[in-house]
């Protein structure tokens, strides 16, 4: 009998790893085509049949597709954007979420209603009253433009105030006997205590933010305010059929995104909050 | 430091929480807040903290009248329920934690931890995180939280509540030490009146947010102020009994419990506790129906009239279910509550 289950959870456990190994090779593939493509000679990419690794590396198609356009600006200003936009969305975030979750103040619970109900508005009518309001406030082509619009948002507030509220109410009152004020304790308590949501959250809008298209193109109209996403369609209009090129420039675009998400990700899966609370 | 409480009164709504509360705690002493769940024990120990603000009445610690003091002001340690360690800060993070909020320089507050940290017997989990530490351990970090900044009252939030039977009782023997090794005024709230007893040096026991009785624990089981307080402690429970007396002569249904008391005719609630029983040829006749072992003790269930009747007897007493059995009551163990639920006399 023992036998049988043994036998059952080995086929078990192949079935789960082949769902897995078919679900990874599913999303890899089209990722690895590209790296492979941009390392490819423009013979190479049209050979069939197609070849998945190149015969020798090119190396230089990456330092072409740089010198091509001018994405050394493009990627700081990418860098820049996304930089204060995340920080921002993480300090508006963090002080909201301790307001709704700790904080008593009048009309508490109707501000946190008006809040959530802003995510019902579609996508696409913010963008555009929002794009008449900086019309009005000539901030078009500036990196204001790119960024103001999104230094909070109502979702990341509702999730963190969650996280924020199953802190239990004694670890404040402890906390206020200890002689710590409520900033104190935010920072000290609440922020290292929920620091997987926060990371999550951060990396969430990194993501978000370096990937933003429509919105920048719509603020922006000098090369010297393009952000990556809008270089590399101008570039691939531009270089049109050079696919090594485009391929090596999408390279650089999403590496960045990668490694964040790489060097982050033991935070974002370290488990549950560890609680040091019984009952 | 004495504390002196003077009616101390909270209001939620038109719910009296702590109801015109009088209280005197000797300086160094331990007081066992008893009752049972919402009598008001955690919201006069939080308005003790200051972390709940009183809608009459005043708190004073010694002469100071701390009524309106912040509680990070009123040199109190407080120690809660669920223990409240900041889970991700090590142990010794943890106990420093309020001295660096009070500007103590890293170095000494770590010296002052340790200190404390040997009286709780922490001392060689300072590098810990609260998770990695048995729930006996956390609550000792927490106690030697409370403790480092060295506060004048210690308040003990139901402690040991999250603990197992055998912790708890090693666990309040050693709070008893600590309090006194550091001979602090301490409150110690809980509802487990065994834990009380066996540590207190005076009970107070509350009722829907009022003070019943405040006494030492074994006056107030010999001598309860009411019936509310006889029936609380004692485990197992005290027998209440209804009595007839007529002529100084107590009786229950047909048996005659006492005869010679000086009580006025009447109708009377009585309260009997099961260890007031002794084995007497002379004495009532009862009729076992069930008995339990407890171990030291066998606990026979028997009836005087209709009413149920628990007695206790020592282990080695040969006794089967339907036997009859002949006993007595102890002289001065019949308690006479008033219609009011006062104790009017021992008989
Ligand atoms: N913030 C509050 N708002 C309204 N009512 C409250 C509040 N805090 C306590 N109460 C009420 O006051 C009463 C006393 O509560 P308290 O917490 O002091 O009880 P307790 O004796 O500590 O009970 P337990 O043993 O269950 O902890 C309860 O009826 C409770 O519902
Ligand atoms: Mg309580």
């Known amino acids: 009998m023992s036998q049988n289950r043994k036998v059952g959870n080995i086929i078990a456990t192949i079935l789960k790893y082949a769902v897995l190994i078919f679900g990874a090779v599913f999303t890899i593939l089209p990722f690895v085509w590209m790296i492979s493509s941009s390392l490819k000679t423009p013979t190479e990419l049209v050979q069939i049949p197609p070849s998945l690794f190149p015969e020798t590396p090119q190396w230089s198609n990456y330092q072409e597709a740089w010198k091509a356009a001018p994405f050394a600006r493009y990627f700081v200003n990418t860098l820049i954007v996304t930089f204060c936009t995340t920080c921002g969305v993480l300090v508006t975030t963090v002080l909201s979420a301790f307001a709704f979750s700790r904080l008593n103040f009048p009309g508490k619970k109707t ?105 920048p193109l719509l603020v922006t109209n000098s090369q010297e305010m393009r952000v990556l996403s809008n270089g590399l369609v101008r570039f691939q209009t531009e270089a049109g059929s050079s696919t090594e090129l485009i391929m090596a420039a999408s390279c650089m675009l999403v590496m960045p995104i990668i490694i964040i998400y790489l060097f982050l990700r033991k935070y974002i899966i370290e488990g549950v909050t560890r609680s040091g609370l019984k009952g | ?138 609550q000792r970090v927490a106690i030697a939280r409370a403790l480092v900044k060295k506060p004048q009252v210690l308040l003990l939030d139901e402690p040991l509540s999250n603990l197992d039977a055998k912790l708890r009782v090693a666990t309040r023997e050693e709070i008893r030490r600590i309090q006194q090794e550091v001979k602090i005024t301490t409150i110690f709230v809980t509802h487990d009146q065994e834990e009380a007893m066996s540590i207190s040096d005076r009970i107070a026991v509350m009722k829907e947010g009022v003070l019943q009785q405040y006494e030492v624990p074994q006056t107030m089981y010999l001598n309860p102020a009411n019936e509310f307080v006889a029936n609380f402690l004692g485990t197992p429970e005290i027998n209440n009994i209804e009595v007839d007396v007529k002529d100084g002569v107590i009786t229950a249904g047909d048996a005659v419990l006492r005869t010679g008391a000086k009580l006025a005719d009447g109708h009377y609630h009585a309260g009997i506790r099961p260890e007031s029983f002794y084995v007497d040829e002379n004495g009532i006749s009862f009729a076992v129906d069930n008995l339990r072992m407890t171990g030291r003790d066998l606990l026979l269930f028997t009836k005087l009239g209709q009413t149920v009747v628990r007695v206790l007897v020592h282990s080695y007493m040969h006794v089967a279910e339907g036997d009859v059995i002949k006993a007595s009551v102890r002289e001065g163990h019949i308690l006479v509550f008033d219609s009011s639920e006062k104790l009017i006399g021992r008989f």
């Open chain 1, 111 to 215: 501000v946190f209603s008006l809040f959530l109900a802003t995510l019902m508005i579609p996508g696409e009518m913010l963008i555009i009253t929002n794009y008449e309001t900086i019309i009005n406030l000539k901030w078009i082509d500036s990196y204001k433009a790119m960024i103001i619009p999104w230094i909070s948002s109502a979702f990341y507030i509702y999730l963190l105030t969650r996280f924020f509220m199953q802190v239990p109410e004694s670890l404040y009152l402890a906390a206020k006997v200890d002689k710590c004020s409520d900033f104190k304790y935010m920072i000290k308590i609440m922020v290292p205590m929920n620091k997987q949501a926060i990371f999550s959250i951060a990396i969430l809008n990194i993501i978000s933010s370096w990937n933003a298209f429509l919105w």
């Open chain 2, 1 to 138: 430091m004495d504390i002196r409480i003077e009616n101390l009164t909270k209001t939620y709504g038109n719910l009296n929480a702590v109801d015109h509360m009088n209280l005197r705690i000797n300086d160094g002493e331990l007081v066992g807040l008893l009752g049972p769940s919402g009598c008001g024990k955690s919201t006069t120990l939080f308005m003790l903290s200051g972390l709940t603000t009183p809608t009459e009445g005043k708190i004073f610690f010694g002469d100071k009248d701390v009524t309106s003091i912040p509680p990070e002001d009123r040199e109190i340690g407080l120690v809660f329920q669920n223990y409240a360690l900041y889970p991700h800060m090590t142990v010794e993070d943890n106990i420093t934690f309020p001295l660096i909020n009070r500007g103590v320089k890293k170095a000494q507050a770590r010296e002052e931890a340790l200190e404390i940290a040997k009286v709780v017997k922490i001392d060689q989990y300072m590098n810990r995180k609260p998770s990695e530490l048995s729930g006996g351990q956390q």
